[in-house]
């Protein structure tokens, strides 16, 4: 009963927070005039994927040895697991939900150059984080390779800003904390909603761990399942409520950059900070993960730029996600 109402409440928060978040968000990007494809991607993507970048690093730095040092290597693979399979998953399942009420119906159509950066990036960066740890290098090589995933995103990041056309010319819903109305909602007002809406998110993803921590406990779910699976399960998809919001109203490049975006982040800063902490070391689930991950990121930029998705991306992107569990139920 206990676990039902955190789970309830984690909800709440979530959801809650992300609607605050997208509405604060499409403001900010009109004020800093910014396209969608640089807001999805950065400012969505960045802000929501803070809870699970706090797993590895609370994690690492709050000691424990060995098995800390699995359960961060653990979320830092999986997010881009989940994101890349997942999450993509939810874009078409979304686009399909609310087809009546969208105008371009079930096809999801993005700006593709914004999408093709971002996956484009993650494909050549993220391999150097697993291959690094299939080989099991020595410190120096990983802080090279730490380096050069910090500057990677750097470089991605100034793409992105530079390829930026501008906020889109439309109506925004009213900012919630802007008491007027009638004017755009000054800086401070965007801001505090952005604060008081990622707390939210950020405090409901971590009720809604210890939720899911105490289920897989009462059903003995090994570790690894919990780092690679629980973990990246619980903190990406309550956040990709922003993701299905922003589809059912039609903003597709809103909601694949959040996600493509998220990827982006989550393969380079938290995967730098795990090169440098740990020995990085990755298990064969770990390397599994990762290449599942990529896998996924590569249907995607093949699918979604050319306005493809429908049944046979989803159902692929089912069956990476099905077999990584078919690999970590045969392993354990």
């Not at 969208?102 to 093709?116: F, K, P």
């Not at 899911?212 to 779910?221: D, M």
């Not at 989550?266 to 990762?290: C, E, H, K, N, Y």
Request: charge should be negative; aromatic fraction near 6%; charged fraction near 15%.
């Amino acid at each position: 009963m206990i676990v039902a109402l955190e789970l309830a409440g984690a909800f709440v928060l979530i959801v809650g927070g992300a609607l605050g978040f997208t509405n604060a968000v499409e403001w900010l990007g009109q004020r800093l005039d910014l396209g969608a494809g640089a807001v999805g991607a950065l400012l969505a993507a960045v802000g929501t994927a803070l809870p699970e970048s706090v797993i590895p690093i609370v994690a690492l730095l709050s000691g424990g040895g060995e098995e800390r040092a699995q359960i961060a290597i653990g979320a830092i693979v999986g997010a881009p697991f989940v994101l890349a399979t997942i999450a993509m998953l939810l874009v078409t399942l979304a686009s399909f939900a609310f087809r009546d009420r969208r105008e371009q119906g079930q096809q999801v159509v993005v700006d593709r150059d914004s999408t093709a950066r971002d996956l484009g990036h993650f494909l050549v960066l993220f391999p150097l984080g697993i291959a690094v740890g299939a080989v099991g290098l020595d410190l120096p090589w990983r802080l090279a390779a730490a380096a050069a995933l910090l500057v990677g995103y750097g470089v991605y990041t100034r793409r992105t800003v530079r390829a930026s056309t501008g906020s889109e010319d439309e109506e925004l819903d009213s900012l919630f904390f802007d008491a007027s109305k009638d004017d755009p909602p000054t800086t401070p007002q965007i801001a505090a909603q952005l604060a008081v809406a990622l707390a939210a998110i950020v405090g409901g993803a971590e009720l809604f761990v210890t939720a899911i921590e105490s289920i897989a406990t009462s059903l003995g779910v090994s570790l690894l399942v919990l780092a690679l699976v629980l973990a990246p399960l619980a903190t990406e998809l309550p956040e990709k409520a922003n993701t299905i919001l922003w589809i059912r109203r039609g903003k597709d490049t809103l909601a694949v950059g959040n996600i493509t975006g998220a990827m982006m982040f989550q393969a380079t800063v938290p995967l730098a900070f795990g090169l440098v902490v740990t020995d990085w070391r990755l298990s064969g689930a770990a390397i599994v993960a990762g290449c599942i991950a990529l896998a996924g990121a590569a249907l995607a930029l093949w699918v979604l730029p050319r306005g493809r998705g429908g049944l046979g991306p989803s159902a692929a992107w089912v069956g990476l996600f099905a077999a990584f569990l078919a690999y970590v139920a045969l392993e354990t």
